[in-house]
């Protein structure tokens, strides 16, 4: 794979709009209307692609939330089946039925679901490619995750990487999640020195302007519960210098067609 090193030296002019070191809160910044950022409608369920800042599900800070949004949006009660940190970006479903809701769920259980991450990172990780293994244990009170060797109070958690492609600043990976915990892809490539370009909470040195983390749901696989047949759903990356570069240097097109 050979990018186009002007698009990706462009990046350097990323770090000069970068904030400081301190931890920056999780706001919810104004959003294009919520009609733009529909994947895939149908009678069963209706797919986001989630911009950042905007919680999945209603919090403490009180903020409307996406599923609040899609409800308004569709006229209808909507139905929770996974989670997006709400600093990320990407691919969010709701079901519309309790046929739908009983599928993924058990699709999410038997991990038969496939989830496919982007994320760009500072620090190159020392293998091209492998797979992560840690017990991750949550902190409510915090709101993040940390490794233990404790394999009783943490739980199991596994995901397998790939760098996709660098630039001289950054370096983007494409992530497999095996398993779904809290803040898993967070935590774990700050476990191997390699925390999310942003993310302040897992050990970047700057956040991003707009209070974004450079992680992004870029795919969700399952098997739709009437046809039978696969559904893939593929959210469009954020418009940002870095997701940008690194589109147009052509290391995505190289995995899609594999």
């Not at 990046?11 to 904030?19: A, P, R």
């Not at 569709?74 to 309790?98: E, M, N, Q, W, Y």
């Not at 902190?139 to 995901?159: C, F, I, P, Q, Y």
């Not at 990976?173 to 935590?187: K, M, P, Y």
């Amino acid at each position: 794979m050979k990018a186009n090193s002007l698009i990706m030296k462009n990046l350097n002019k990323e770090l000069t709009t970068e904030n400081n070191t301190s931890e920056l809160p999780e706001v919810a910044p104004a959003h294009a209307p919520i009609g733009d950022w529909v994947i895939l409608k149908n009678n069963q369920f209706i797919a986001f692609n989630k911009p950042a800042g905007l919680p999945v599900q209603a919090d403490k800070t009180g903020d409307k939330s996406l599923l609040q949004l899609a409800e308004i949006y569709c006229k209808s009660k909507l139905f929770l089946v996974h989670r997006l940190d709400r600093p990320a970006t990407g691919v969010v479903v709701f079901a519309k039925t309790k046929t739908m809701v009983g599928s993924l769920t058990d699709q999410f259980k038997l991990r038969t679901v496939r989830k496919t991450y982007l994320a760009v990172v500072k620090e190159l990780p020392k293998e091209q490619a492998g797979t992560l293994r840690h017990f991750l244990q949550k902190n409510e009170k915090a709101n993040r995750s940390s490794t233990t060797e404790d394999g009783e109070v943490g739980d199991l958690s596994e995901m397998n990487y790939r760098v996709l492609g660098s630039s001289d600043n950054y370096h983007l990976l494409e992530v497999q999640l095996i398993t779904g915990r809290h803040h898993q892809i967070r935590a774990q490539l700050a476990a191997i020195g390699c925390p999310i370009k942003g993310d302040v909470k897992y050990g970047a040195r700057r956040g991003n302007r707009d209070r974004s983390i450079n992680l992004h749901a870029w795919k969700l696989g399952f098997q739709h519960p009437v046809s039978g047949e696969q559904v893939e759903l593929i959210a469009a990356l954020p418009a940002d210098a870095v997701w940008n570069a690194f589109e147009a240097s052509g290391c995505l097109q190289t995995t899609e067609k594999q």
